[in-house]
């Protein structure tokens, strides 16, 4: 069956960096827009950002333009968000997700904090 898996999340301080991964396994990746969501607590879950099949088109919300990258390697059928400049309103837990397809991850806790 469709698995996605993410990792990487962590506690790091205002201003640092962090990668998270996502592995996918069950459906043709390569075929498939992906997404990265995350959900605060006591908020809902919110969009973050989106690549293409071929990883030549990405769209980002507002609130991380200009300091998060996804990225995907489809060799190894992983989607990945590169997170920059990190604030604590970036605390949450972040899922991958197909785009079109309703297939998610488990999730992955970010905590930015000092």
């Known amino acids: 069956q469709v698995q996605l898996v993410e990792s990487g999340g962590d506690l790091v301080q205002p201003g640092g960096s962090l990668k998270l991964s996502c592995v996918a396994s069950?459906?043709?990746?390569?075929?498939?827009?992906m997404s990265w969501y995350r959900q605060a607590p006591g908020k809902e879950r919110e969009f973050v950002a989106t690549?293409?099949?071929?990883?030549?088109?990405?769209h980002y919300a507002d609130s991380v333009q200009g300091r998060f990258t996804i990225s995907r390697d489809n060799s190894r059928n992983t989607v990945f968000l590169q997170m920059t400049r990190l604030k604590p309103e970036d605390t949450a837990v972040y899922f991958c997700?197909?785009?079109?397809?309703?297939?998610w991850g488990q999730g992955t806790q970010v905590t930015v904090s000092s």
């Open positions: 997700k197909t785009r079109w397809a309703n297939y």
């Open positions: 069950g459906f043709t990746f390569s075929s498939y827009d």
């Open positions: 690549i293409s099949k071929p990883g030549d088109y990405t």
